[in-house]
C-alpha cells in the first residue's frame, strides 16, 4: 500500500465562485460607468469600447487557437473585462487602430506572454494603455470635452484636464485659488462634467460599482480604501501647509483615474497582494506614488505608473506579510 501523502496546491477551500461569475460580476458594477460615458461622450465611448472589446477577445483568441494551440478561454469573461478597462482609460476619440495596438500589448504582451489568466505580473489593461501612451502620446494626450451625441467620434473638441490646468497653471505661476475658476466645481466633477478619459469622470457611477462590488464579495474595502487614503492624507499635508500651491485632497480624488484605478485596476486579483495587511501597504503605496507623480513628475497624471509599480511589489509582499499558518502555537504575553 502506498502511504505516500500528496498535497497539491492552494487553494484547498472551494467557495463556489468561479472565475467566469467573478469577471461579469466586475461586467455589471462597469455598467453605471459606461453608462455614463456614453451621456457625456457619445458615440466616441461606444466605438472606442467596441474596439477594444472586440480586439481584446479576439486577439486572446487566436492566439491560443493558432500559437499557443490551448484550450480557448475566451468564455472566462477576463479578456472581455480587460478590454472594458482598456477602453475606459482612453479618449472617445482615440483612432482604431491605436485601440488595436493597445489590445496586442494588454492581452498579446502583458497576459499571453507569462501564460495567461492568472499569471501575468502587471495589470494587462494598464499595459496597454503604457504601450499607447508611450507609442501614441498626442492622440492619447488629446482629451474631448463632454457633448454628449453634438458631436461626431472624429471631429469631438478637445480641451485640458483639471489635472493638467492645474499642472500647467502651478508651472506659471498662477495660484491654486485662481486656478479653481477655471475648472469645474465639485458637484461636477461627481457627476462627471469634465475632459478625461471615458471611464474616469463620473465618481458616482464608479462609487456605484464599488458598492455594488462590495456587496457581492467581488472585491474587499482594503485596497480601494487604502489608495484613496493614503492619497487624501498625503495631499491634506501639503494642500495644509500651502494652499496656494497644492490642490485640495477633494481635488486630488475626484479629478483624473484616483476612483477607477483604486477601485477596478488596483483590486485585480492576479496583481495584488492576497493578505489584508498586505493590500494595505500595497494600497497606500499606490496612493501615494500616485500623488508624488502628479505633484513633482513630467505628467499630471500618476494612477496608472503607481499601480504598475506596485505590481512589481506584490511577489515580495505576498512572500514576507503572510497570515498565520493553520495550527501555529500562540504565544501569549
Same mark, same amino acid.
Given at each position: 500500500?502506498?502511504?505516500?501523502?500528496?498535497? /497539491?496546491?492552494?487553494?484547498?477551500?472551494?467557495?463556489?465562485?468561479?472565475?467566469?461569475?467573478?469577471?461579469?460580476?466586475?461586467?455589471?458594477?462597469?455598467?453605471?460607468?459606461?453608462?455614463?460615458?456614453?451621456?457625456?461622450?457619445?458615440? *466616441?465611448?461606444?466605438?472606442?469600447?467596441?474596439? @477594444?472589446?472586440?480586439?481584446?477577445?479576439?486577439?486572446?483568441?487566436?492566439?491560443?487557437?493558432?500559437?499557443?494551440?490551448?484550450?480557448?478561454?475566451?468564455?472566462?469573461?477576463?479578456?472581455?473585462?480587460?478590454?472594458? !478597462? !482598456?477602453?475606459?482609460?482612453?479618449?472617445?476619440?482615440?483612432?482604431?487602430?491605436?485601440?488595436?495596438?493597445?489590445?496586442? @500589448?494588454?492581452?498579446?504582451? &502583458?497576459?499571453?506572454? $507569462?501564460?495567461?489568466?492568472?499569471?501575468?505580473?502587471?495589470?494587462?489593461?494598464?499595459?496597454?494603455?503604457?504601450?499607447?501612451?508611450i507609442s501614441f502620446p498626442t492622440h492619447m494626450?488629446?482629451?474631448?470635452?463632454?457633448?454628449?451625441?453634438?458631436?461626431? %467620434?472624429?471631429?469631438?473638441?478637445?480641451?485640458?484636464?483639471? !489635472? =493638467?490646468?492645474?499642472?500647467?497653471?502651478?508651472?506659471?505661476?498662477?495660484?491654486?485659488?485662481? !486656478?479653481?475658476?477655471?475648472?469645474? /466645481?465639485?458637484?461636477?466633477?461627481?457627476?462627471?462634467?469634465?475632459?478625461?478619459?471615458?471611464?474616469?469622470?463620473?465618481?458616482? &457611477?464608479?462609487?456605484?460599482?464599488?458598492?455594488?462590488?462590495? %456587496?457581492?464579495?467581488?472585491?474587499?474595502?482594503?485596497?480601494?480604501? =487604502?489608495?484613496?487614503?493614503?492619497?487624501?492624507? $498625503?495631499?491634506?499635508?501639503?494642500?495644509?501647509?500651502?494652499?496656494?500651491? %497644492?490642490?485640495?485632497?477633494?481635488?486630488?480624488?475626484?479629478?483624473?483615474?484616483?476612483?477607477?484605478?483604486?477601485?477596478?485596476? =488596483?483590486?485585480?486579483?492576479?496583481?495584488?497582494?492576497?493578505?489584508?495587511?498586505?493590500?494595505?501597504?500595497?494600497g497606500c503605496g499606490i496612493g501615494i506614488l500616485t500623488a508624488v507623480i502628479r505633484i513633482w513628475? =513630467? %505628467?499630471?497624471?500618476?494612477?496608472? $505608473?503607481?499601480?504598475?509599480?506596485?505590481? &512589481?511589489?506584490?511577489?515580495?509582499?505576498?512572500?514576507?506579510?503572510?497570515?498565520?499558518? $493553520?495550527?501555529?502555537?500562540?504565544?501569549? *504575553?
Amino acid at each position: 500500500m502506498n502511504n505516500q501523502l500528496n498535497v /497539491s496546491l492552494s487553494p484547498h477551500i472551494h467557495g463556489g465562485e468561479t472565475t467566469r461569475k467573478l469577471m461579469f460580476g466586475v461586467v455589471i458594477a462597469l455598467i453605471p460607468t459606461f453608462i455614463a460615458s456614453v451621456i457625456f461622450f457619445g458615440v *466616441g465611448a461606444i466605438i472606442t469600447t467596441a474596439a @477594444a472589446v472586440i480586439s481584446c477577445v479576439t486577439i486572446e483568441y487566436l492566439i491560443q487557437r493558432f500559437l499557443l494551440r490551448k484550450p480557448i478561454s475566451i468564455t472566462d469573461g477576463s479578456a472581455l473585462v480587460t478590454g472594458l !478597462l !482598456l477602453a475606459l482609460t482612453l479618449p472617445s476619440n482615440i483612432p482604431i487602430y491605436i485601440v488595436v495596438i493597445g489590445s496586442v @500589448a494588454a492581452i498579446g504582451i &502583458a497576459k499571453m506572454t $507569462f501564460g495567461g489568466l492568472g499569471n501575468n505580473p502587471f495589470n494587462p489593461a494598464l499595459v496597454g494603455r503604457a504601450v499607447m501612451l508611450i507609442s501614441f502620446p498626442t492622440h492619447m494626450t488629446s482629451w474631448p470635452t463632454p457633448a454628449g451625441f453634438a458631436t461626431g %467620434y472624429i471631429d469631438a473638441v478637445t480641451g485640458a484636464t483639471p !489635472l =493638467a490646468i492645474i499642472k500647467e497653471g502651478i508651472k506659471n505661476g498662477e495660484s491654486i485659488a485662481q !486656478l479653481m475658476e477655471k475648472i469645474p /466645481s465639485t458637484v461636477e466633477l461627481m457627476l462627471g462634467k469634465m475632459g478625461g478619459s471615458i471611464g474616469e469622470i463620473s465618481a458616482i &457611477a464608479l462609487l456605484i460599482g464599488f458598492v455594488y462590488m462590495l %456587496y457581492k464579495r467581488i472585491i474587499t474595502w482594503h485596497i480601494p480604501v =487604502a489608495v484613496i487614503g493614503s492619497l487624501a492624507l $498625503f495631499t491634506s499635508i501639503l494642500w495644509i501647509s500651502n494652499p496656494d500651491v %497644492y490642490a485640495s485632497p477633494t481635488f486630488h480624488i475626484l479629478s483624473g483615474g484616483v476612483l477607477i484605478g483604486a477601485i477596478f485596476m =488596483a483590486t485585480d486579483y492576479v496583481t495584488s497582494p492576497m493578505i489584508p495587511k498586505s493590500m494595505i501597504i500595497y494600497g497606500c503605496g499606490i496612493g501615494i506614488l500616485t500623488a508624488v507623480i502628479r505633484i513633482w513628475g =513630467a %505628467y499630471p497624471e500618476g494612477v496608472m $505608473f503607481a499601480i504598475l509599480i506596485m505590481n &512589481a511589489f506584490v511577489p515580495l509582499l505576498n512572500a514576507y506579510i503572510k497570515p498565520k499558518r $493553520f495550527g501555529e502555537e500562540v504565544k501569549n *504575553g
